[in-house]
């Protein structure tokens, strides 16, 4: 078996490293390069930034995005890192909520024909559990999911169906009536409880409770929360689908970087950008390690972690409300993402017979488990036995993953990043961990054993971050983003903007971000995102 240990080091280096390395580069080969100048200068090529770029230069702007690292995507990469011919996705891996921005769904951007298709699969997640109980949730079958729930408990089951209807009829209400319908008032209720507490309100069964708030909490905040009581009715929320495009994560970067091109943009990788430059109080380029400089004639974007940001320009600039704003920053729960490549493919049984396999899965056996996340960050300890895991197995649905009889494992959740030991401490122990979840995982699919593993790459949540610093101790969405504390588009030093997971709506695969700053970018400069995408 392979075991790719060292990746990270090698592909993902800490900035310093990175910096230093390009900067003695720079001095071999004569040092600055002069200013090149385009209309925006866009620096990371994340998502959302490349997102953004693709608005402003179809609005016919000359933009360049600049990359620190050997590929583009931040979040949304696919890559070889295990062996030739899988392409395994290094963080994100459902596109449902990008699948509902106008960028997409209304073809504003034209990523379709840069090679960006989505698929969605008809068995959406899968619930199992040690006694050889499951659940399974079905794209839009309510009677087929509820009928799973029944051999459970039939009184879940009828539950799920009640909620599904008040669901819909919420959903044609409107969200700021004053005289909101009994079902409107019962969800608000719910919401502002801990998933938690919820789920024990709606939900006869400990299974039931346990699958909805650990699939609940993929979206970064722990069921046990304060306000996250929607993560109650998660089954409900993932029979809408979660759409995965074909050929990895990484698709919607490569395709928007294609997007941007054919445009007449440019995108260049290895160029970290290390600071702001500042001309009569305003932001007019950047400076990268290796001593290159970009001048943006009408602006420059940002996706950089506004913690780092704040380093490459002089402190008074920012302003003290801005400055006390971002102190008080909080990072969510540290991400993990331990990878596979195996040899046969993921198969879940079931309690009649047969078997079951799907894009997702989500294991967790019992709904008070969530708390330990919380109480082992606060301690930085470990307690691996029922942490929720989300485990993703696209290739299952989507064949351009793997060889033919072969498949991808993504194992992934949430760990403390600051181990009592020091966050270094990961890198002494990421591999032992790797192999307790691993071992735990492997109960559910008995027809896999540790010989089926062909490769691996382990990603700790210091990891994480070294694979891209945005990813502030290891927080995938950069932020926790309960409370709204966002970073501004319009960034308090005239000529800078912002976007990506520190400016709303936060983190994920959203495009909203990208989308939201190019709105705010044109304005400015006197035109309107409908015009751009020939809107009336």
């Given at each position: 078996?392979?075991?790719?240990?060292?990746?990270?080091?090698?592909?993902?280096?800490?900035?310093?490293?990175?910096?230093?390395?390009?900067?003695?580069?720079?001095?071999?080969?004569?040092?600055?390069?002069?200013?090149?100048?385009?209309?925006?200068?866009?620096?990371?090529?994340?998502?959302?930034?490349?997102?953004?770029?693709?608005?402003?230069?179809?609005?016919?702007?000359?933009?360049?995005?600049?990359e620190g690292r050997g590929m583009i995507g931040g979040g949304a990469k696919t890559a070889e890192v295990l062996l030739p011919g899988f392409f395994e996705d290094l963080c994100s891996s459902s596109h449902h909520v990008f699948a509902r921005n106008p960028a997409y769904r209304d073809n504003e951007i034209e990523i379709r024909d840069f090679g960006y298709e989505l698929f969605d699969p008809e068995i959406v997640v899968h619930y199992p559990f040690a006694d050889g109980?499951?659940?399974?949730?079905?794209?839009?079958?309510?009677?087929?999911?509820?009928?799973?729930?029944?051999?459970?408990?039939?009184k879940d089951a009828e539950t799920f169906r009640q909620l599904a209807a008040a669901r819909e009829k919420v959903a044609g209400e409107d969200p700021d009536s004053a005289d909101p319908s009994r079902e409107a008032i019962f969800f608000q209720r719910l919401e502002v409880l801990s998933g938690f507490d919820a789920a024990r309100q709606l939900w006869e069964s400990p299974q039931m409770q346990a699958a909805n708030i650990s699939g609940g909490r993929w979206g970064g905040v722990q069921g046990s929360d304060p306000g996250s009581g929607s993560q109650a009715w998660s089954m409900l929320t993932h029979m809408n689908g979660r759409p995965m495009p074909k050929g990895g994560s990484g698709m919607v970067s490569t395709s928007l970087g294609r997007f941007i091109e054919a445009h007449q943009g440019t995108v260049l990788t290895n160029r970290p950008v290390v600071a702001l430059m500042i001309e009569d109080g305003r932001c007019t380029g950047v400076e990268c390690a290796d001593g290159s400089r970009f001048r943006g004639r009408k602006g420059v974007v940002s996706t950089i972690h506004v913690k780092h940001l704040m380093q490459m320009a002089p402190s008074d600039l920012w302003g003290q409300a801005f400055t006390d704003s971002v102190e008080i920053w909080q990072p969510e729960m540290a991400m993990f993402a331990f990878h596979f490549a195996l040899k046969g493919s993921p198969e879940y049984p079931l309690a009649g017979g047969g078997s079951v396999t799907g894009a997702e899965a989500s294991i967790m056996e019992r709904p008070e488990s969530i708390f330990k996340l919380n109480e082992d960050n606060a301690r930085g300890e470990l307690t691996l036995e029922d942490y929720p895991l989300q485990?993703?197995?696209?290739?299952?649905?989507?064949?351009?993953?793997?060889?033919?009889?072969?498949?991808?494992?993504?194992?992934?959740?949430?760990?403390?990043?600051?181990?009592?030991?020091?966050?270094?401490?990961?890198?002494?122990?990421?591999?032992?961990?790797?192999?307790?979840?691993?071992?735990?995982?492997?109960?559910?699919?008995?027809?896999?054993?540790?010989?089926?593993?062909?490769?691996?790459?382990?990603?700790?949540?210091?990891?994480?971050?070294?694979?891209?610093?945005?990813?502030?101790?290891?927080?995938?969405?950069?932020?926790?983003?309960?409370?709204?504390?966002?970073?501004?588009?319009?960034?308090?030093?005239?000529?800078?903007?912002?976007?990506?997971?520190?400016?709303?709506?936060?983190?994920?695969?959203?495009?909203?971000?990208?989308?939201?700053?190019?709105?705010?970018?044109?304005?400015?400069?006197?035109?309107?995102?409908?015009?751009?995408?020939?809107?009336?």
């Open positions: 078996m392979t075991n790719r240990r060292d990746f990270l080091k090698s592909a993902g280096l800490a900035s310093v490293a990175l910096l230093g390395a390009a900067r003695a580069a720079s001095a071999q080969t004569g040092g600055a390069v002069r200013p090149d100048t385009f209309d925006y200068v866009i620096a990371g090529a994340g998502h959302n930034s490349l997102l953004c770029a693709a608005y402003l230069a179809k609005a016919g702007n000359s933009v360049l995005v600049l109980d499951s659940m399974t949730v079905f794209r839009g079958d309510l009677a087929q999911t509820a009928a799973s729930i029944e051999k459970l408990s039939k485990i993703v197995h696209a290739a299952g649905y989507d064949r351009s993953r793997a060889p033919d009889g072969f498949s991808l494992l993504k194992i992934e959740g949430g760990m403390p990043y600051a181990l009592k030991e020091g966050p270094e401490h990961w890198d002494a122990i990421k591999d032992e961990v790797a192999d307790q979840v691993l071992d735990r995982y492997l109960r559910y699919t008995p027809n896999l054993t540790r010989e089926n593993v062909l490769a691996r790459v382990i990603m700790s949540p210091i990891d994480i971050e070294r694979m891209n610093p945005a990813m502030w101790r290891g927080s995938v969405h950069h932020l926790d983003k309960r409370w709204g504390n966002f970073a501004p588009y319009r960034m308090p030093i005239p000529g800078l903007y912002q976007t990506g997971a520190c400016t709303a709506p936060g983190g994920s695969v959203t495009g909203q971000p990208g989308r939201n700053a190019a709105i705010a970018i044109l304005e400015d400069d006197g035109k309107t995102l409908a015009e751009v995408v020939g809107k009336s």
